[in-house]
């Protein structure tokens, strides 16, 4: 009986002490886009830093779609619950301008690279607010089904070329994109494309051209969507994100193939939110994250390129099929002959304008 | 006994007046009663009754502009914005001294950023100044700020800094309507037909909703009628097919829908096998208006069939058996008899699957391609993407409002009391 007793009293005992350990480890939430996308920084950057500091739990919140209202819901109750969020650099300029995200110190708050450069310097223009840490390049680019199309398609304006091409194409229903391609493909320079767009006559030239395959067009909005429509044969060809098409290809097997041209480069990082209750812890871990070896560990288990020039040298091969990363990063000189980078500035001033008139076109 | 009762004042048992003592045991039953309504009330009220009302005021408050640019706004008044001149020095003065400050308070984008959904550029123009401005130490400020950026020499951006000055606004609700205000002249304009969105998106929505709304009743009619007339005991058993899709995830009904109806999908594989199109004539059922009409009227078919089913259960068969024997067909029985006396269940089935639909937005988002797509996508959209709120919610009270507009409608015609869930 005595010796019941005692097992019981250690059983308490540790059961108390059990608690109180957990309750001392700090928890950080961390928003992402869930599916692939987290799993990779949970593989990169969470799993290797909760081993080295047991003290800290990573949770995984899978919001970062609708993160921009939810935070500025979170910021006007007064009760910010998040620690890191991972959004597209237009909306970490949005969340900076707003107020609602902490400035950051490049140089001071993130780690030099290994020969010693600065963060801001290997980065570089990557930086397009002083709240944003870039973390990935990725672009918005296109894949066709190869058994579908009588020759490859090499080029932007074969999506405009409904003769050589038949069949359907899914678009994001956005009129980012778009309207760059359109102009491209209407013969503007690309140099020259925002100028042109910038003006009312522009638009209507970039919706005049899209006017020409509009009736052949799924319009997508989730970036699953294509890959769905492409693996379905719904679509012959559909832009998305390069990644999505990297699983779709490598992953799953599909005859689908790349079609790098013109691809719109766009930007994917972290920003911290103001009000957070653990801004020292999480500051730790931005720093661990963005550093030159993670950064490159990420592109082990997806096919984003890094966004520090230093770590473009130590992308491997794929954590499980073992294949080469390098050829299937946007990054790569060979896809990255012709790329458009997202114009920010032109976007923040123009995005509300021209989405009212690719909707209005939308409904005609 | 009028004067008795005028005279003589009843007492209870203890001397006190009844009257007095009855109050009092009802004002004790009236506390019960309402401390057991008030948990409901307090959630009305938090989870109903302050949103709304919140939506109602971010639709037309535009005090951003007095709070960020104070002076500018104050030293504005007195320019004559129709006069084809610029404003004075002190006005360049007064928004160099705003902007510095703002700046300081990181609130310039944000005061750009509302100014640019009623002229596109206002974005950039005070980012711009933002960097510039601290450079600015001295008179005059008017080159210095034309220096800065030529915009701010152009009569037009003052236009819209002045109209759009005031404590309030009906911008976000011309916008909603496809107007907007002329910066130079004050004039509403409406917008050209080729860049007009929301009035063919209300009327839309309201089209598809009714069409959905009389699909729902076509096919559930006869349904409920099958289950409220068949016996109980396999009844039950069907309203289980009634119920089940009803407890299913919407996503998962909703993409289920994609397989079935795409073009390379269930249905059109099948109506190729029987020989009934060729293979290049694949129908385009799903990303478009047949689409979302279809996947929403299976979504929202047991609103419908419900409602019918428990009021056609209270309907006694020996009405029906009493008219025919009387002599009349069973078709004008039924059309005499019966109809009328499910109208209660058409009317609660009908008015609840049309609010429903009316405000949808997962479904058409996913199979409604671009003619399927309702005003609650736009609505969605400047929620969580564009963050225009002052737009969304300009958007959501007039959807409100239709919404109010059809439940007095359906209050006259049909009477609101007539209407029965159960």
Same mark, same amino acid.
């Given at each position: 009986?005595?010796?019941?007793?005692?097992?019981?009293?250690?059983?308490?005992?540790?059961?108390?002490?059990?608690?109180?350990?957990?309750?001392?480890?700090?928890?950080?939430?961390?928003?992402?886009?869930?599916?692939?996308?987290?799993?990779?920084?949970?593989?990169?950057?969470?799993?290797?830093?909760?081993?080295?500091?047991?003290?800290?739990?990573?949770?995984?919140?899978?919001?970062?779609?609708?993160?921009?209202?939810?935070?500025?819901?979170?910021?006007?109750?007064?009760?910010?619950?998040?620690?890191?969020?991972?959004?597209?650099?237009?909306?970490?300029?949005?969340?900076?301008?707003?107020?609602?995200?902490?400035?950051?110190?490049?140089?001071?708050?993130?780690?030099?690279?290994?020969?010693?450069?600065?963060?801001?310097?290997?980065?570089?223009?990557?930086?397009?607010?002083?709240?944003?840490?870039?973390?990935?390049?990725?672009?918005?680019?296109?894949?066709?089904?190869?058994?579908?199309?009588?020759?490859?398609?090499?080029?932007?304006?074969?999506?405009?070329?409904?003769?050589?091409?038949?069949?359907?194409?899914?678009?994001?229903?956005?009129?980012?994109?778009?309207?760059?391609?359109?102009?491209?493909?209407?013969?503007?320079?690309?140099?020259?494309?925002?100028?042109?767009?910038?003006?009312?006559?522009?638009?209507?030239?970039?919706?005049?051209?899209?006017?020409?395959?509009?009736?052949?067009?799924?319009?997508?909005?989730?970036?699953?969507?294509?890959?769905?429509?492409?693996?379905?044969?719904?679509?012959?060809?559909?832009?998305?994100?390069?990644?999505?098409?990297?699983?779709?290809?490598?992953?799953?097997?599909?005859?689908?193939?790349?079609?790098?041209?013109?691809?719109?480069?766009?930007?994917?990082?972290?920003?911290?939110?103001?009000?957070?209750?653990?801004?020292?812890?999480?500051?730790?871990?931005?720093?661990?994250?963005?550093?030159?070896?993670?950064?490159?560990?990420?592109?082990?288990?997806?096919?984003?390129?890094?966004?520090?020039?230093?770590?473009?040298?130590?992308?491997?091969?794929?954590?499980?099929?073992?294949?080469?990363?390098?050829?299937?990063?946007?990054?790569?000189?060979?896809?990255?002959?012709?790329?458009?980078?997202?114009?920010?500035?032109?976007?923040?001033?123009?995005?509300?304008?021209?989405?009212?008139?690719?909707?209005?076109?939308?409904?005609? | 006994?009028?004067?008795?009762?005028?005279?003589?004042?009843?007492?209870?048992?203890?001397?006190?007046?009844?009257?007095?003592?009855?109050?009092?045991?009802?004002?004790?039953?009236?506390?019960?009663?309402?401390?057991?309504?008030?948990?409901?009330?307090?959630?009305?009220?938090?989870?109903?009754?302050?949103?709304?009302?919140?939506?109602?005021?971010?639709?037309?408050?535009?005090?951003?502009?007095?709070?960020?640019?104070?002076?500018?706004? $104050?030293?504005? #008044?007195?320019?004559?914005?129709? !006069? @084809?001149?610029?404003? &004075?020095?002190?006005?360049? *003065? /007064?928004?160099?001294?705003?902007?510095?400050?703002?700046?300081?308070?990181?609130?310039?984008?944000?005061?750009?950023?509302?100014?640019?959904?009623?002229?596109?550029?206002?974005?950039?123009?005070?980012?711009?100044?933002?960097?510039?401005?601290?450079?600015?130490?001295?008179?005059?400020?008017?080159?210095?700020?034309?220096?800065?950026?030529?915009?701010?020499?152009?009569? $037009?951006?003052? #236009?819209?800094?002045?109209?759009? !000055? @005031?404590?309030?606004? &009906?911008?976000?609700?011309? *916008? /909603?309507?496809?107007?907007?205000?002329?910066?130079?002249?004050?004039?509403?304009?409406?917008?050209?037909?080729?860049?007009?969105?929301?009035?063919?998106?209300?009327?839309?929505?309201?089209?598809?909703?009714?069409?959905?709304?009389?699909?729902?009743?076509?096919?559930?009619?006869?349904?409920?009628?099958?289950?409220?007339?068949?016996?109980?005991?396999?009844?039950?058993?069907?309203?289980?097919?009634?119920?089940?899709?009803?407890?299913?995830?919407?996503?998962?009904?909703?993409?289920?829908?994609?397989?079935?109806?795409?073009?390379?999908?269930?249905?059109?594989?099948?109506?190729?096998?029987?020989?009934?199109?060729?293979?290049?004539?694949?129908?385009?059922?799903?990303?478009?208006?047949?689409?979302?009409?279809?996947?929403?009227?299976?979504?929202?078919?047991?609103?419908?069939?419900?409602?019918?089913?428990?009021?056609?259960?209270?309907?006694?068969?020996?009405?029906?058996?009493?008219?025919?024997?009387?002599?009349?067909?069973?078709?004008?029985?039924?059309?005499?008899?019966?109809?009328?006396?499910?109208?209660?269940?058409?009317?609660?089935?009908?008015?609840?699957?049309?609010?429903?639909?009316?405000?949808?937005?997962?479904?058409?988002?996913?199979?409604?391609?671009?003619?399927?797509?309702?005003?609650?996508?736009?609505?969605?959209?400047?929620?969580?993407?564009?963050?225009?709120?002052?737009?969304?919610?300009?958007?959501?009270?007039?959807?409100?409002?239709?919404?109010?507009?059809?439940?007095?409608?359906?209050?006259?015609?049909?009477?609101?009391?007539?209407?029965?869930?159960?």
């Amino acid at each position: 009986m005595k010796n019941f007793m005692r097992a019981m009293m250690a059983g308490a005992v540790m059961a108390v002490i059990g608690f109180a350990g957990q309750a001392m480890a700090t928890e950080l939430v961390v928003v992402s886009w869930g599916g692939a996308y987290t799993a990779s920084q949970q593989g990169a950057y969470h799993a290797p830093y909760m081993k080295k500091n047991p003290g800290i739990k990573i949770i995984n919140d899978d919001s970062a779609g609708t993160a921009v209202a939810k935070l500025r819901a979170m910021a006007q109750a007064g009760n910010v619950t998040w620690d890191l969020i991972d959004v597209v650099a237009a909306d970490a300029m949005r969340l900076c301008d707003e107020g609602l995200v902490e400035v950051i110190n490049h140089d001071s708050d993130l780690a030099a690279a290994p020969d010693g450069t600065p963060a801001s310097k290997d980065f570089g223009d990557l930086i397009v607010s002083e709240c944003f840490v870039p973390q990935i390049v990725y672009s918005t680019t296109f894949g066709y089904r190869t058994d579908k199309v009588s020759k490859p398609m090499t080029s932007i304006c074969d999506v405009f070329d409904t003769n050589t091409f038949p069949g359907k194409r899914s678009l994001q229903k956005s009129p980012l994109g778009n309207m760059e391609w359109a102009l491209i493909c209407d013969g503007v320079a690309p140099a020259k494309i925002y100028d042109v767009l910038g003006t009312s006559a522009g638009a209507d030239r970039a919706l005049a051209k899209l006017d020409s395959i509009k009736s052949d067009v799924v319009w997508w909005t989730a970036g699953a969507q294509t890959p769905q429509l492409l693996a379905d044969g719904e679509v012959v060809v559909g832009s998305t994100y390069n990644g999505r098409l990297f699983s779709l290809i490598a992953e799953e097997k599909q005859p689908v193939a790349m079609l790098w041209d013109w691809q719109v480069f766009d930007l994917d990082g972290w920003v911290v939110p103001k009000g957070t209750k653990n801004k020292a812890e999480v500051m730790k871990f931005l720093k661990f994250a963005t550093d030159t070896q993670r950064l490159a560990d990420q592109s082990k288990f997806i096919s984003y390129g890094p966004a520090r020039a230093s770590s473009a040298p130590l992308v491997g091969k794929h954590g499980k099929l073992g294949i080469d990363m390098a050829p299937h990063m946007p990054t790569d000189p060979n896809n990255a002959k012709t790329t458009i980078l997202t114009n920010y500035e032109f976007w923040a001033d123009n995005k509300d304008d021209l989405d009212a008139k690719f909707n209005a076109w939308l409904l005609k | 006994m009028n004067t008795a009762q005028a005279n003589t004042v009843l007492l209870t048992a203890d001397g006190t007046p009844l009257k007095v003592s009855l109050a009092r045991a009802q004002r004790r039953s009236k506390i019960i009663a309402f401390s057991m309504v008030a948990p409901l009330l307090i959630f009305i009220t938090i989870a109903f009754l302050v949103p709304i009302t919140d939506m109602l005021l971010l639709s037309g408050n535009n005090e951003i502009v007095q709070r960020i640019l104070p002076k500018t706004v $104050e030293v504005l #008044q007195s320019w004559d914005e129709t !006069s @084809g001149e610029l404003p &004075d020095e002190i006005v360049f *003065a /007064a928004m160099v001294d705003d902007i510095k400050k703002a700046k300081a308070a990181r609130e310039h984008t944000k005061i750009g950023q509302r100014l640019n959904y009623e002229s596109s550029g206002f974005s950039s123009l005070f980012r711009k100044a933002g960097r510039k401005v601290k450079k600015i130490k001295k008179p005059p400020y008017k080159e210095a700020l034309i220096k800065s950026d030529k915009r701010w020499g152009k009569i $037009e951006t003052w #236009q819209v800094v002045k109209q759009f !000055s @005031g404590q309030f606004t &009906d911008g976000y609700y011309l *916008a /909603a309507i496809d107007f907007k205000r002329n910066p130079s002249t004050g004039n509403i304009d409406s917008l050209p037909s080729k860049d007009s969105i929301y009035l063919k998106l209300f009327l839309r929505t309201m089209l598809l909703s009714t069409l959905i709304t009389f699909l729902t009743f076509i096919i559930g009619f006869p349904i409920s009628y099958l289950l409220a007339t068949i016996p109980t005991r396999i009844s039950n058993t069907l309203i289980i097919f009634v119920l089940l899709p009803f407890w299913t995830s919407l996503l998962v009904r909703t993409t289920s829908w994609i397989a079935l109806l795409q073009q390379e999908g269930v249905i059109n594989d099948f109506l190729i096998l029987v020989g009934l199109i060729g293979e290049d004539g694949r129908l385009a059922m799903i990303h478009n208006a047949t689409g979302t009409v279809v996947a929403m009227t299976h979504i929202l078919l047991p609103f419908m069939i419900l409602p019918m089913f428990s009021v056609m259960k209270t309907i006694p068969p020996s009405f029906m058996r009493a008219a025919i024997s009387l002599g009349a067909h069973p078709w004008r029985a039924f059309w005499r008899i019966y109809f009328p006396n499910t109208v209660a269940g058409i009317g609660a089935g009908s008015i609840l699957v049309f609010i429903i639909a009316i405000g949808y937005y997962i479904t058409p988002a996913l199979v409604g391609g671009s003619s399927g797509t309702f005003i609650s996508n736009r609505i969605a959209y400047h929620i969580s993407q564009s963050l225009n709120w002052g737009l969304g919610s300009a958007l959501g009270v007039i959807l409100l409002g239709i919404v109010l507009a059809f439940f007095v409608l359906y209050d006259r015609i049909v009477g609101i009391d007539n209407m029965k869930l159960g």
